[in-house]
Nanobody, 123 residues
Framework: VQLQASGGGLVQAGGSLRLSCASSGRTLRTYGMGWFRQAPGKEREFVAAISRTGGSTYFGDSVKGRFTISRDKAKNTVYLQMNSLKPEDTAVYYC?????????????????WGQGTLVTVSS
């Protein structure tokens, strides 16, 4: 499956952005989905995950209470809503798909990756 992440940009601290992850081909309904991010000089970090059914979500400690993840089956798209953004949220954000009904929090638990979208939060 080919994933396309979009919605990144420049935002001031305290602002919001919504990232989208769409598939140009196969339906995303059969995949557990996740978002990761990678800041310059740092390892890729887990951000959020949603189960195949959309009934369960899980978040990294650094974004809990500020970010939400959702999926729109009709639009074949997964979203990451980011609120109360901080400069430390600056990173390239990647969406990923996992061939499993359950959620994953590790990079090696995902089978497909999008190209990434840059989020820059200014102070």
């Amino acid at each position: 499956v080919q994933l396309q992440a979009s919605g990144g940009g420049l935002v001031q601290a305290g602002g919001s952005l919504r990232l989208s992850c769409a598939s140009s081909g196969r339906t995303l309904r059969t995949y557990g989905m996740g978002w990761f991010r990678q800041a310059p000089g740092k390892e890729r970090e887990f951000v959020a995950a949603i189960s195949r059914t959309g009934g369960s979500t899980y978040f990294g400690d650094s974004v809990k209470g500020r970010f939400t993840i959702s999926r729109d089956k009709a639009k074949n798209t997964v979203y990451l809503q980011m609120n109360s953004l901080k400069p430390e949220d600056t990173a390239v954000y990647y969406c990923a798909a996992r061939v499993s009904i359950s959620m994953g929090t590790k990079r090696n638990e995902y089978d497909y990756w999008g190209q990434g979208t840059l989020v820059t939060v200014s102070s």
